[in-house]
Structures are given as C-alpha cells and as structure tokens.
C-alpha cells in the first residue's frame, strides 16, 4: 500500500501567538467570474486563514476557509484536534482566535467559528468533472509560505483511500483526487474551481508519488454545514452504524450488491442494532436512494434526534425496510 500522509506541518512552538483585530470588510461574500486574470492573494486570500492548533508546547500548522458569514471555518479535524488554543492567521498578518464549533473525525472535517468576521466564500455543490481546473490554497511548510496558491486539474473522482487511525483501518470514502501541490501545512486549506468557490477541503496526499492529493468533496458536509450556520451548533443525528461504499464490499467478495452503503459494523444499543445487522446493505432514505457513503451522509445529515426515518437494505439478498427513530450523537 502506497504511505498516505495527513498534509498538516506539526512543530514545537517557539513563539506565542499574539490576537489582533484584522483591518478587513467583514461577513461579505467574495465573489468573481473566473480566477484567470485575477490577483488571487488580494481578492480570495482574506477569506482564507493560516490555523494553527496549540497543544502544551507544540503547534500544528494547516488551514481554513471561511464560507459564512459570522466567521464559521472549515477545516480538517486533525488540524485542530485535541487543540487547546486555535489561532488564526490572516492574509493581512494579523490574527485572532477561534472555537470548536462541530467535528467529524471519521470524515477528517470540523467547523470553526473565528473571534471576529470575515469575508467569505461560497460553497459549490455541482457535479464536478475529470479534467476541469482547480486550485489549492494552504500554507505549507511554514508561516512564510501562507497563503500560496497552486494550480490543477481533478485528476479523478469517488477516489477511497484506506487510512490506519487510533481504532483500527478505516476508508476515506468518495474524495476528490487531484494534481495541484499539496505539502504539510495544505491541510484544511480549500479547492477551489475557476469561480474560486470551495468544491471541497484538502484532507492527505500520497507520500511516495507526485501531484496525488484529495480532497474532501463539499457535498459530503454542506448538508450538516447548513445546520450549524442556521442554528449556530448541532448535533450530529446518530444512527449506529458504521461502513462503506458497497462497491467495495463487493469488490472484496463480502456480497452481491455493487451499490449502496455496505454496514461493517453496528453498535451496540443504537437505534440500528434493533433493525440492522452486519453484512446489511442500505439502498434507500425515505425513498431517496443511497449509491454509497457520500449519499448515506448526505441524506441521514438532513434529519436530527427523535427524527423517524424509513431505511430500505438487503438483507440476505431481499429488499427490507425499517422504521427507525435516530437518538442524538454530538461530534464534538
């Protein structure tokens, strides 16, 4: 297996960080009709941050965007997690401070909520296409290099990628892979298409080739994102249950459905455990149909706690479907 690696820069801290209040325009959307021809550092970069994450006497160093207004930050989990103190730094060389506001360390993404407003960038949800131009925007390698911008095109899509995490191997399911440059400290940062809206946040790169990166794809947090700028936390509706594209299922010959969301493992006393079993395959939402991990979260993440919902599967290849009332799981 090819090594993976996490694109945030971890170092001991050196030097304190001190908060300042940017000089920018505030809660305003940053918008324009194609990033050729355009000084992308003064028209995206104040609505990109430089994070880093203080923990005792070590800083790890990625990066954000914000994409609402009232200062809500995207970002990965890993560059924030376990975090005492975050600090944001600024394209104009100021910084301020920032909240956990939501975390999902399965899918490596969590919201942050700045200290003060900034200007922002929209979220596109489009289907997205092999070949179409994209942009990278981070802070690799050090502080002197934020902000940098790099260059690509999407080199596939619905990439998985098998991940070691502290409880075992997992899958980082339906991303985005790309060419643009990717180095520690691009964690968190935005892709961005040739409109410079977000299409996605980049999460890891493979260590031993060249210009393969991904990314997480917006579709699969707009839906809870939406929640949390509406009602300013949220908690994540909570089903049980853990697992995979079924593609992959059924490419490693664990069953014969090639597509929907393929149930690895339930847990115990969970509102699925009364319904589901391992080895299931969920096909279908309220009627809204589930091809893989992307659709399942998408849909589930649109209801909340003491929500009743009605899931179709495969079980021992026949087409069931169950009631179930979903509990509250809070992510952060």
Same mark, same amino acid.
């Given at each position: 297996?090819?090594?993976?690696?996490?694109?945030?820069?971890?170092? /001991?801290? +050196?030097?304190?960080?001190?908060?300042? %209040?940017?000089?920018? !325009?505030?809660?305003?959307?940053? &918008? #324009?009709?194609? $990033?050729?021809?355009?000084?992308?550092?003064?028209?995206?970069?104040?609505?990109?941050?430089?994070?880093?994450?203080?923990?005792?006497?070590?800083?790890?160093?990625?990066?954000?965007?914000?994409?609402?207004?009232?200062?809500?930050?995207?970002?990965?989990?890993?560059?924030?997690?376990?975090?005492?103190?975050?600090?944001?730094?600024?394209?104009?060389?100021?910084?301020?401070?920032?909240?956990?506001?939501?975390?999902?360390?399965?899918?490596?993404?969590?919201?942050?909520?700045?200290?003060?407003?900034?200007?922002?960038?929209?979220?596109?949800?489009?289907?997205?296409?092999?070949?179409?131009?994209?942009?990278?925007?981070?802070?690799? /390698?050090? +502080?002197?290099?934020?902000?940098?911008? %790099?260059?690509?095109? !999407?080199?596939?899509?619905?990439? &998985? #990628?098998?991940? $070691?995490?502290?409880?075992?191997?997992?899958?980082?399911?339906?991303?985005?892979?790309?060419?643009?440059?990717?180095?520690?400290?691009?964690?968190?940062?935005?892709?961005?298409?040739?409109?410079?809206?977000?299409?996605?946040?980049?999460?890891?790169?493979?260590?031993?080739?060249?210009?393969?990166?991904?990314?997480?794809?917006?579709?699969?947090?707009?839906?809870?994102?939406?929640?949390?700028?509406?009602?300013?936390?949220?908690?994540?509706?909570?089903?049980?249950?853990?697992?995979?594209?079924?593609?992959?299922?059924?490419?490693?010959?664990?069953?014969?459905?090639?597509?929907?969301?393929?149930?690895?493992?339930?847990?115990?006393?969970?509102?699925?455990?009364?319904?589901?079993?391992?080895?299931?395959?969920?096909?279908?939402?309220?009627?809204?149909? #589930?091809?893989?991990?992307?659709?399942?979260?998408?849909?589930?993440?649109?209801?909340?706690?003491?929500?009743?919902?009605?899931?179709?599967?495969?079980?021992?290849?026949?087409?069931?479907?169950?009631?179930?009332?979903?509990?509250?799981?809070?992510?952060?």
């Amino acid at each position: 297996m090819k090594k993976l690696i996490p694109i945030m820069l971890s170092c /001991i801290l +050196l030097t304190s960080c001190g908060n300042t %209040t940017a000089n920018m !325009i505030c809660g305003q959307p940053i &918008t #324009i009709e194609h $990033t050729t021809g355009v000084d992308l550092s003064d028209t995206l970069a104040p609505a990109i941050v430089g994070v880093g994450a203080i923990s005792g006497s070590y800083q790890s160093l990625g990066a954000g965007v914000c994409i609402s207004d009232n200062g809500y930050i995207l970002t990965n989990s890993h560059v924030i997690n376990s975090a005492d103190n975050i600090v944001l730094h600024l394209s104009d060389g100021n910084t301020t401070t920032a909240t956990l506001v939501y975390e999902d360390t399965v899918l490596d993404f969590a919201i942050i909520r700045s200290k003060i407003n900034l200007p922002y960038l929209k979220i596109n949800t489009d289907d997205l296409v092999v070949g179409q131009s994209v942009i990278a925007v981070g802070t690799p /390698i050090s +502080l002197m290099l934020k902000h940098t911008f %790099t260059k690509g095109i !999407i080199s596939a899509l619905n990439r &998985t #990628i098998p991940i $070691t995490s502290t409880s075992g191997e997992a899958y980082m399911q339906n991303l985005i892979q790309h060419d643009a440059s990717l180095n520690p400290g691009n964690s968190g940062g935005p892709l961005l298409n040739d409109k410079g809206e977000v299409i996605g946040i980049n999460t890891l790169k493979i260590s031993s080739g060249e210009g393969i990166g991904f990314a997480i794809p917006s579709r699969s947090f707009v839906t809870i994102l939406q929640k949390v700028i509406k009602y300013g936390s949220v908690s994540a509706p909570y089903l049980g249950v853990y697992g995979y594209d079924s593609e992959i299922a059924h490419f490693n010959h664990l069953t014969s459905i090639s597509s929907g969301f393929y149930i690895e493992d339930i847990l115990d006393q969970s509102p699925a455990s009364q319904h589901l079993a391992i080895g299931d395959t969920i096909v279908a939402i309220n009627n809204i149909p #589930i091809s893989n991990a992307s659709d399942f979260r998408h849909e589930l993440y649109k209801y909340s706690h003491g929500d009743s919902i009605t899931v179709e599967y495969i079980h021992d290849n026949i087409r069931q479907s169950a009631t179930i009332i979903l509990t509250k799981k809070y992510a952060k």
